[in-house]
């Protein structure tokens, strides 16, 4: 009853809850580890986070080697086997997943405080001694094939790869995180296992750590856990992002048997500190992130196009892109596509009200502490915070800068980061019934669902 009061609350106009970021201690260990320790004693549990530069930017034209290698790391250790360390952690309850995306590698683990004794040395045991199951590695290779193949068949699962690589090219940025078919076909055990010995080093990476625990006994317990784990080299950091199209384009993905069409409209966007990333956030709520925004009002409410629309910022390292993603039935994807950028001109055109203005306000704020209430969203966001070379006031001065917006800085903010011209599509779906029409939106090039890559 008194969570449900809270976000009843959070509703009203002018409730400001002042959210901070809890109290942690930051502390880099001789090897060149770091450690981000916050304690929450109300429930007894660990969440652990761990990010090392070690995501898919750095695989060069092996795609999908960082994520392979990722998940490699659970293909037995120097002391458990595959089959061991699945069972010890299921009798536990306690999860530990590893991954990559596509500027990190990642290994995220939630436990009972009672069981960390068992945990940890598991935890230190697949970041540090992975032994690379040969046997194992090859059934993962075939399972992932054969997703990959499948995921053709369901356009939404590839149409932002699809994207990114129009965008981006070959840059970094336009790899596709679990590779192809093609490039996994051709990835060997050595080749993830020298992707290890480049890019999993104590320095440049994070171990976050948010729970029931004491920071002194949890920061000795950590620096003698990983205290063998040897600093290496740094590894050469991708380049970064050249010039990217400043022309209208449209990419035709053909898929014969589709009924619908995928839908992509993008645009240049900003990295993850850009300073004025609240601002963003407010305006793009209004147009396109809540189910009240001018692109759901318009595209599903007014003229029933769609079910689900939304505009967002992918924000990196070094750039980022702006997109609006919608899906349609063929017969409609031309009138939906000139709704979704009528709405965006509105921006322009319309503005943004102080009436407006305060619903989105309210909203956001509204929004903004439940993303960090559990000891694993918070674990994440020290990462993050880590691997994006973010400060505290990242969170500490949110709902300040929120409720400082007025009319006039959310004009300039539009006027600076909001594209009105020079979009670039991506659609899949049965092309024939829409080329001719989709050239007023840029140069049309065309492909096949069925061609390798994207």
Same mark, same amino acid.
């Given at each position: 009853m008194k969570k449900i009061l809270f976000f009843l609350l959070l509703a009203l106009p002018g409730f400001s809850q002042n959210f901070k970021l809890p109290r942690y201690e930051k502390l880099v260990l001789p090897n060149g580890l770091t450690l981000m320790l916050m304690e929450q004693h109300e429930v007894p549990v660990l969440a652990v986070s761990v990010g090392l530069p070690a995501g898919a930017v750095y695989d060069g034209a092996q795609y999908g080697l960082a994520n392979l290698t990722a998940e490699s790391l659970k293909f037995g250790t120097k002391s458990f086997s595959k089959a061991l360390l699945d069972e010890k952690l299921d009798f536990l309850g306690a999860q530990l997943s590893t991954y990559a995306t596509l500027e990190t590698a990642s290994l995220t683990s939630s436990f009972a405080v009672k069981d960390q004794e068992t945990v940890w040395p598991m935890i230190k045991e697949v970041l540090v001694n992975p032994a690379f199951d040969a046997s194992e590695f090859e059934k993962r290779k075939s399972r992932l094939l054969v997703e990959l193949k499948q995921a053709k068949q369901r356009p939404s699962a590839v149409l932002g790869e699809y *994207?990114?690589?129009?965008?981006? &090219?070959?840059?970094?940025?336009?790899?596709?995180?679990?590779?192809?078919?093609?490039?996994?076909?051709?990835?060997?055990?050595?080749?993830?296992?020298?992707?290890?010995?480049?890019?999993?080093q104590p320095n440049g990476t994070v171990v976050s750590v948010v729970g029931d625990f004491n920071t002194a006994a949890m920061k000795a317990?950590?620096?003698?856990? *990983?205290?063998?784990?040897?600093? &290496?080299?740094?590894a050469t950091p991708p380049p970064a992002v050249k010039a990217v199209p400043s022309q209208s384009r449209v990419l035709l993905v053909n898929k014969e048997n589709a009924t619908e069409t995928q839908i992509i409209i993008g645009q240049k966007g900003v990295p993850m500190n850009n300073p004025d990333y609240v601002g963003i956030e407010v305006v793009n709520t209004i147009l396109g992130a809540r189910f009240t925004s001018w692109l759901v009002d318009e595209l599903r409410v007014n003229h029933g196009y769609t079910y689900g629309v939304r505009s967002s910022f992918d924000m990196k390292k070094a750039g980022g892109t702006f997109v609006i993603r919608t899906f349609t039935p063929t017969k409609t994807t031309i009138p939906a596509i000139d709704l979704a950028l009528e709405v965006i001109g509105r921006l322009y055109t319309k503005g943004i009200d102080e009436k407006l203005l305060t619903s989105a306000k309210n909203y956001v704020k509204g929004q903004f502490p439940p993303r960090f209430e559990t000891p694993a969203q918070l674990a994440s966001l020290l990462t993050t915070m880590f691997t994006y070379g973010l400060n505290d006031s990242y969170i500490n001065d949110f709902q300040a800068k929120v409720d400082a917006l007025n009319v006039d800085s959310v004009k300039r903010i539009i006027q600076t980061y909001f594209p009105k011209d020079h979009f670039q599509l991506v659609l899949i779906g049965k092309t024939a019934e829409y080329r001719e029409a989709a050239k007023k939106y840029g140069e049309v090039s065309e492909k096949q669902i069925e061609t390798p890559g994207y």
């Open positions: *994207f990114n690589h129009f965008y981006y &090219g070959n840059q970094p940025y336009g790899s596709p995180a679990d590779g192809t078919p093609e490039s996994i076909g051709g990835i060997t055990l050595d080749q993830v296992k020298n992707f290890y010995r480049t890019h999993y317990k950590l620096t003698t856990l *990983f205290k063998d784990w040897k600093k &290496g080299t740094a």
